[in-house]
């Protein structure tokens, strides 16, 4: 008699928990970067500077020890690594403005969209092909992200108010697309590259665009005052956060599919909780009916 072999090997749950870690760490990083946003002067762009400090430090020691080389790259993967990292920087920086702008629970939702949003830019990029079942998905995330925008209870119908949403919402969904084709191109990438090499020249990369802005900020407005002993260790752990979970989270993607993966992205749920007991936003019954169209959607 046969025996059935169980669904999940030992090596499959560990991918999983990896996942349900870095989904933690993730969390805690936007809430850490929300409270940052309220209390103190300090804009995304200045919190993504000092992440990416934080990020590039940890990814360099994390290269010592495990013997990586970051700077060696092949001429053939240069001109992938820098695209990924010029619209990496937009879609970091948009995914915090995103989490500014609006309640992380809703900007988190519309930028889990970039999964729907790669196989568009794999049909443009790669001509890869789509199924009928991912354009309806597509059309089903897509309603609900209006039905978020355009919500009776919180807005006037106007066209100022109509321009105003739109304006609102085209980050987290510019941001869903410059993510999808960082994702892309990290596709064509493959498994030549290091994990840590990308996100590290995204970082440089980041530093380099932003950084003017900080040194704009350190004059204009009230920076030094806000950079209490507190306020650096928050920022310190916006980054190491942020590492953390990238490296939880690439480890889960060596031992498990991407498929069963994306099942335990249950961040959404958790920032929404957040949101209405400890921000106290005020999430209508129709953002929450539009966050679960999206997510269910994704996520199947």
Not at 161 to 189: G, W
Not at 199 to 225: D, Q
Not at 229 to 244: D, M, Q, R
């Amino acid at each position: 008699m046969e025996t059935k072999s169980a669904p999940f090997s030992m090596k499959s749950i560990y991918g999983i928990l990896f996942q349900i870690l870095s989904v933690i760490l993730f969390t805690i990083m936007i809430v850490v970067a929300r409270y940052i946003y309220k209390t103190t002067n300090y804009d995304p762009i200045e919190v993504v500077v000092w992440r990416s400090f934080v990020l590039i430090t940890f990814n360099f020691i994390f290269a010592h020890v495990d013997s990586v080389d970051i700077i060696a790259i092949k001429q053939k993967e240069s001109k992938t690594v820098f695209y990924r990292s010029i619209v990496g920087v937009f879609g970091v920086t948009g995914f915090f403005a995103s989490n500014y702008l609006l309640p992380p629970s809703i900007g988190t939702a519309i930028t889990k969209l970039n999964p729907l949003m790669t196989n568009v830019a794999a049909v443009i990029i790669t001509n890869e092909k789509v199924s009928n079942i991912e354009v309806f998905g597509m059309v089903l995330a897509f309603g609900g992200v209006l039905m978020i925008m355009f919500d009776p209870s919180k807005i006037n119908f106007s066209l100022k108010e109509y321009l105003s949403q739109i304006y609102l919402f085209a980050i987290p969904l510019l941001t869903a697309v410059a993510q999808s084709i960082a994702f892309v191109l990290v596709r064509i990438m493959g498994q030549s590259l290091h994990y840590i090499i990308s996100p590290t020249y995204l970082g440089i990369s980041t530093i380099i665009v932003c950084f003017p802005w900080v040194l704009g900020a350190l004059s204009f407005r009230g920076y030094i005052s806000d950079l209490t002993p507190f306020n650096a260790f928050l920022l310190f752990l916006v980054g190491f956060l942020g590492w953390a979970g990238q490296v939880t989270s690439s480890k889960a993607l060596q031992l498990e599919k991407a498929a069963r993966l994306t099942a335990v992205n249950f961040d959404t749920v958790l920032l929404l909780l957040i949101d209405v007991f400890y921000f106290g936003e005020a999430i209508s019954v129709i953002e929450i009916l539009g966050i679960t169209l999206i997510m269910v959607t994704v996520i199947g």
